[in-house]
């Protein structure tokens, strides 16, 4: 499995913008697939997208298409969560997570708290 460690959290005003970092150390193969989640108080876990770590293609939840972009860098084995436009319902603790096959994630950050104001 590989480790996981996320980075970047913190307090932003309602329309503003936030980089969350995700380094990963440990085995990394082509099939690997980056996916962020995130989880807000009294909610379930929530997709946000996912990453292929060959090829690069993204999948994005609905919620955030058009205002969040998943990346990679493969030279510092890191995956980031770009996002833009934030509303106050983006408020959530953000994970990042790693599945060395298909998208069973099976490794898993610490969590990123994100808090947007209004």
């Known amino acids: 499995q590989v480790q996981l460690v996320e980075s970047g959290g913190g307090l932003v005003q309602a329309g503003g913008s936030l980089r969350l970092s995700c380094t990963l150390s440990g085995p990394i193969f082509a099939s690997t697939t980056m996916g962020w989640f995130r989880q807000a108080p009294g909610k379930e876990r929530e997709f946000i997208g996912q990453?292929?770590?060959?090829?690069?293609?993204?999948t994005y939840s609905d919620s955030v298409k058009g205002r969040f972009t998943i990346s990679r860098d493969n030279a510092k084995n890191a995956a980031y969560l770009q996002m833009n436009s934030l509303k106050p319902e983006d408020t959530a603790v953000y994970f990042c997570?790693?599945?060395?096959?298909?998208?069973?994630?099976?490794?898993w950050g610490q969590g990123t708290q994100v808090t947007v104001s209004s």
């Open positions: 997570a790693a599945a060395p096959v298909g998208t069973v994630y099976n490794s």
């Open positions: 990453i292929r770590w060959k090829g690069g293609s993204t």
